[in-house]
């Protein structure tokens, strides 16, 4: 009998969270649409996004205040990236650099979780 096995991957419990996924479950992207998506850069793809909401409300900018707002959006982001990128969510509270009990409060604040579940 050999003295090693081969190490068996570990899917994790966030194996089914992955935003591209949950798009494309939705019909909100393509294959296209991403190659094109990918050549774009940070800035370009978030003042593109404020561009074409601003134009479909009129300058309103969903009614919010982005400025003050914008720390929260970012956040939301990354903590939904950090999950798809993850293979758990103590991989993810690790990846962010966050301590246990910040994570906890974190994810009750943001509630990712319905996100990525299937409708």
Known sequence: MESWKKAKYHEGTNKNYSISKTLRKKKNITDEFEAMFNSLS???VIGLKLELAAKA?????YG?????YLELIIKDAV???ALSACHSKIEAQNFLGLKSREWM??????NPDPYFRDE
């Not at 409300?57 to 900018?61: D, L, Q, R």
């Not at 409060?105 to 943001?110: D, N, W």
């Open 105 to 110: 409060e974190t994810l009750k604040a943001f």
């Open 42 to 44: 940070l800035e370009e």
């Open 57 to 61: 409300s009129n300058g309103k900018m």
């Open 79 to 81: 903590i939904k990236y």
């Open 64 to 68: 919010i205040p982005i400025w003050k």
